[in-house]
C-alpha cells in the first residue's frame, strides 16, 4: 500500500525539479535544442524567460506531479488489495 502522501509530495517536488532542470538547460543550450517550445504547451500561461512565468511554471509543475500522485495512489492501492497478496497466497513445496 502506497502512502498519499508521500507519493505526491514526491511526485510534485521530482516534477518541480525537472521544470528547473529544463530551465537551466534552456539557459545554457542553443535555442535549437530548448524545451520551452514544450512547456508553454503543457503549462498554461507559462512564459519564456521571465520571472512571473517562471515561478507559474515551478508552481504549474509541482501541481501536475501532485496531481499525478493523487490519480495514482488510489489506483495503485485498489490493484494491490486485489491482486497484490496473491503471490502469497501461493504456498512454495
Not at 510534485?12 to 520551452?36: D, E, K, N, R, Y
Not at 517562471?54 to 495512489?73: A, C, H, T
Not at 488510489?74 to 486485489?82: A, S
Amino acid at each position: 500500500m502506497l502512502n498519499w502522501k508521500i507519493v505526491c509530495w514526491t511526485l510534485g517536488l521530482t516534477t518541480a525539479v525537472s521544470f528547473v532542470i529544463c530551465v537551466i538547460w534552456g539557459l545554457l543550450m542553443p535555442q535549437a535544442v530548448h524545451m520551452h517550445e514544450f512547456l508553454e504547451l503543457v503549462l498554461p500561461a507559462f512564459k519564456w524567460l521571465t520571472w512571473w512565468g517562471f515561478l507559474l511554471g515551478l508552481v504549474e509543475s509541482f501541481l501536475w506531479g501532485f496531481y499525478v500522485g493523487i490519480v495514482y495512489v488510489p489506483i495503485y492501492n485498489f490493484l494491490y488489495k486485489r491482486w497484490g497478496n496473491a503471490q502469497h497466497d501461493t504456498k512454495v513445496a
